[in-house]
Protein backbone atom coordinates (compact mmCIF):
# COMPACT_ATOMS: atom_id res chain seq x y z
CA UNK A 1 0.00 0.00 0.00
CA UNK A 2 1.05 3.36 -0.98
CA UNK A 3 -0.33 6.43 0.87
CA UNK A 4 0.01 9.49 -1.89
CA UNK A 5 0.01 13.10 -0.23
CA UNK A 6 -2.61 15.73 -1.58
CA UNK A 7 -4.35 18.84 -0.23
CA UNK A 8 -6.86 18.01 -1.68
CA UNK A 9 -8.91 14.95 -3.79
CA UNK A 10 -9.92 15.81 -7.06
CA UNK A 11 -7.92 14.18 -9.68
CA UNK A 12 -9.27 16.38 -12.30
CA UNK A 13 -12.21 13.19 -12.93
CA UNK A 14 -14.51 11.39 -11.41
CA UNK A 15 -13.61 8.14 -9.89
CA UNK A 16 -14.00 5.04 -12.03
CA UNK A 17 -16.47 3.35 -9.29
CA UNK A 18 -16.65 6.08 -6.46
CA UNK A 19 -18.63 4.88 -3.59
CA UNK A 20 -18.09 8.11 -1.30
CA UNK A 21 -18.72 7.87 2.20
CA UNK A 22 -19.06 9.67 4.98
CA UNK A 23 -16.99 8.85 8.04
CA UNK A 24 -11.66 6.72 6.08
CA UNK A 25 -5.02 0.43 -2.24
CA UNK A 26 -2.73 -2.23 -5.75
CA UNK A 27 0.94 -3.41 -5.42
CA UNK A 28 2.81 -6.36 -3.06
CA UNK A 29 1.62 -9.59 -2.06
CA UNK A 30 2.59 -11.62 0.47
CA UNK A 31 3.91 -9.77 3.30
CA UNK A 32 2.76 -5.99 4.19
CA UNK A 33 5.09 -3.31 1.98
CA UNK A 34 6.29 -0.66 3.78
CA UNK A 35 4.87 1.88 2.16
CA UNK A 36 6.59 5.43 2.03
CA UNK A 37 3.52 7.75 2.61
CA UNK A 38 4.30 11.23 2.53
CA UNK A 39 1.15 12.89 5.03
CA UNK A 40 3.29 14.38 7.66
CA UNK A 41 4.62 18.15 7.44
CA UNK A 42 8.36 18.69 7.92
CA UNK A 43 7.85 20.51 10.99
CA UNK A 44 7.24 17.05 12.68
CA UNK A 45 10.51 15.69 12.06
CA UNK A 46 12.30 12.75 10.46
CA UNK A 47 11.45 10.12 13.05
CA UNK A 48 8.32 11.66 13.95
CA UNK A 49 7.35 11.74 10.33
CA UNK A 50 8.13 7.96 9.85
CA UNK A 51 6.61 7.29 13.14
CA UNK A 52 3.18 9.19 12.46
CA UNK A 53 3.32 7.62 8.26
CA UNK A 54 3.95 3.80 9.21
CA UNK A 55 1.21 4.29 11.94
CA UNK A 56 -1.09 5.14 9.29
CA UNK A 57 -0.19 2.57 6.90
CA UNK A 58 0.10 -0.43 9.04
CA UNK A 59 -3.51 0.63 10.07
CA UNK A 60 -4.74 0.81 6.92
CA UNK A 61 -2.86 -2.71 5.74
CA UNK A 62 -4.31 -4.48 9.07
CA UNK A 63 -7.91 -3.64 7.83
CA UNK A 64 -7.63 -4.74 4.20
CA UNK A 65 -5.56 -8.06 5.25
CA UNK A 66 -8.60 -9.22 7.73
CA UNK A 67 -10.76 -8.59 4.55
CA UNK A 68 -8.99 -10.59 2.01
CA UNK A 69 -6.96 -8.05 0.13
CA UNK A 70 -3.66 -9.47 -0.56
CA UNK A 71 -2.26 -6.58 -3.05
CA UNK A 72 -3.62 -2.82 -2.52
CA UNK A 73 -3.17 0.92 -2.65
CA UNK A 74 -4.32 3.25 -0.75
CA UNK A 75 -3.96 7.43 -1.42
CA UNK A 76 -4.44 9.03 1.94
CA UNK A 77 -5.66 12.78 1.25
CA UNK A 78 -6.26 15.35 4.12
CA UNK A 79 -8.70 18.54 3.52
CA UNK A 80 -10.66 20.92 5.06
CA UNK A 81 -14.05 20.69 5.22
CA UNK A 82 -14.66 23.38 2.03
CA UNK A 83 -12.95 20.33 0.16
CA UNK A 84 -15.05 17.57 1.52
CA UNK A 85 -17.88 18.83 0.99
CA UNK A 86 -17.50 20.11 -2.66
CA UNK A 87 -16.22 15.88 -2.87
CA UNK A 88 -19.58 15.00 -0.95
CA UNK A 89 -21.61 17.15 -3.61
CA UNK A 90 -19.67 16.18 -6.76
CA UNK A 91 -20.35 12.37 -6.75
CA UNK A 92 -22.56 11.72 -3.75
CA UNK A 93 -25.48 14.52 -4.44
CA UNK A 94 -25.22 15.81 -0.77
CA UNK A 95 -24.26 19.60 0.02
CA UNK A 96 -22.97 19.03 3.19
CA UNK A 97 -19.01 18.75 5.08
CA UNK A 98 -18.41 15.37 5.92
CA UNK A 99 -15.66 13.67 8.12
CA UNK A 100 -14.59 10.97 5.72
CA UNK A 101 -14.82 9.98 1.51
CA UNK A 102 -14.03 6.60 0.02
CA UNK A 103 -13.48 6.00 -3.15
CA UNK A 104 -13.13 2.44 -4.74
CA UNK A 105 -11.23 2.23 -8.04
CA UNK A 106 -11.11 -1.52 -8.60
CA UNK A 107 -11.54 -4.14 -6.64
CA UNK A 108 -11.34 -7.81 -7.95
CA UNK A 109 -10.12 -11.16 -7.19
CA UNK A 110 -8.11 -13.72 -8.63
CA UNK A 111 -9.09 -17.75 -9.28
CA UNK A 112 -7.76 -18.39 -6.14
CA UNK A 113 -9.69 -15.73 -3.81
CA UNK A 114 -6.86 -13.43 -3.70
CA UNK A 115 -8.36 -9.61 -3.97
CA UNK A 116 -6.79 -6.74 -5.50
CA UNK A 117 -7.90 -3.55 -4.31
CA UNK A 118 -7.15 0.53 -5.33
CA UNK A 119 -8.93 3.28 -4.27
CA UNK A 120 -8.90 6.79 -2.03
CA UNK A 121 -9.68 8.03 1.76
CA UNK A 122 -10.35 11.70 2.10
CA UNK A 123 -10.58 13.02 5.58
CA UNK A 124 -11.64 15.95 6.95
CA UNK A 125 -9.08 17.21 9.76
CA UNK A 126 -11.37 19.87 11.14
CA UNK A 127 -13.69 17.19 11.97
CA UNK A 128 -11.29 14.69 13.36
CA UNK A 129 -10.77 17.41 16.30
CA UNK A 130 -14.33 18.33 17.12
CA UNK A 131 -15.21 14.83 17.24
CA UNK A 132 -12.40 13.79 19.02
CA UNK A 133 -13.45 16.29 21.56
CA UNK A 134 -17.58 15.59 21.32
CA UNK A 135 -16.52 11.57 21.77
CA UNK A 136 -13.51 12.41 24.64
CA UNK A 137 -10.83 10.63 22.86
CA UNK A 138 -7.28 11.95 21.36
CA UNK A 139 -7.04 13.35 17.82
CA UNK A 140 -5.01 10.41 16.97
CA UNK A 141 -7.56 7.64 17.90
CA UNK A 142 -10.43 9.10 16.26
CA UNK A 143 -8.23 9.69 13.03
CA UNK A 144 -7.58 5.84 13.23
CA UNK A 145 -11.44 5.28 13.41
CA UNK A 146 -11.65 7.12 10.70
CA UNK A 147 -8.83 5.52 8.70
CA UNK A 148 -10.34 1.90 9.84
CA UNK A 149 -13.66 3.19 8.88
CA UNK A 150 -12.82 4.74 5.45
CA UNK A 151 -10.76 1.64 4.68
CA UNK A 152 -13.57 -1.07 5.49
CA UNK A 153 -15.65 1.50 2.81
CA UNK A 154 -12.97 0.86 0.30
CA UNK A 155 -13.54 -3.39 0.96
CA UNK A 156 -17.59 -2.61 0.46
CA UNK A 157 -18.87 -2.58 3.75
CA UNK A 158 -21.76 0.04 4.49
CA UNK A 159 -24.03 1.17 6.91
CA UNK A 160 -27.26 2.32 5.38
CA UNK A 161 -29.51 -0.80 7.59
CA UNK A 162 -29.40 -1.40 11.12
CA UNK A 163 -27.50 -4.98 10.24
CA UNK A 164 -24.79 -3.34 8.03
CA UNK A 165 -24.20 -0.94 10.40
CA UNK A 166 -24.03 -3.31 13.64
CA UNK A 167 -21.36 -5.61 11.66
CA UNK A 168 -19.05 -2.10 10.94
CA UNK A 169 -19.05 -0.98 13.97
CA UNK A 170 -17.60 -4.70 15.50
CA UNK A 171 -15.48 -4.46 12.97
CA UNK A 172 -14.35 -0.88 14.01
CA UNK A 173 -14.20 -1.75 17.37
CA UNK A 174 -12.10 -4.64 16.68
CA UNK A 175 -9.08 -3.07 15.06
CA UNK A 176 -9.37 0.04 17.13
CA UNK A 177 -9.17 -2.32 20.26
CA UNK A 178 -5.42 -3.23 18.37
CA UNK A 179 -4.90 0.55 17.66
CA UNK A 180 -1.94 0.64 20.99
CA UNK A 181 -0.96 3.62 22.52
CA UNK A 182 2.02 4.40 20.60
CA UNK A 183 0.26 4.11 17.43
CA UNK A 184 -2.39 6.25 18.90
CA UNK A 185 0.29 9.13 19.95
CA UNK A 186 2.16 9.10 16.66
CA UNK A 187 -1.25 9.87 14.57
CA UNK A 188 -1.96 12.77 17.27
CA UNK A 189 1.66 14.01 16.74
CA UNK A 190 0.96 14.65 13.34
CA UNK A 191 -2.62 16.08 13.24
CA UNK A 192 -1.37 18.79 16.01
CA UNK A 193 2.16 19.15 13.72
CA UNK A 194 -0.27 19.09 10.78
CA UNK A 195 -2.67 21.62 11.68
CA UNK A 196 -2.64 23.26 15.58
CA UNK A 197 -5.19 25.81 14.67
CA UNK A 198 -7.38 23.23 14.25
CA UNK A 199 -7.42 22.18 17.70
Known amino acids: MSARRSSGASRGKAPARGRAKPTAGP ?17 LGRAGR ?5 AA ?3 CHEVLARQG ?9 FG ?10 RYRGLDKATDVLS ?11 RRRLAGDVVISVP ?8 YRVSPGRELARLLVHGALHLCGHDHL ?3 ERTRMRGLELAHLQRLGKKREQALTQLLLAWSPSME
Not at 81 to 89: A, P
Not at 127 to 134: D, E, G, L, N, S
Open 80 to 89: GDDTLRELNR
Open 161 to 163: RAG
Open 127 to 134: RIFVQARR
Open 57 to 59: TEL
Open 50 to 54: AAAER
Open 103 to 113: FTYEDQSDGRG
Open 69 to 77: VVRAEVGLA
Open 27 to 43: RRAKAPPRARAAIAPAS
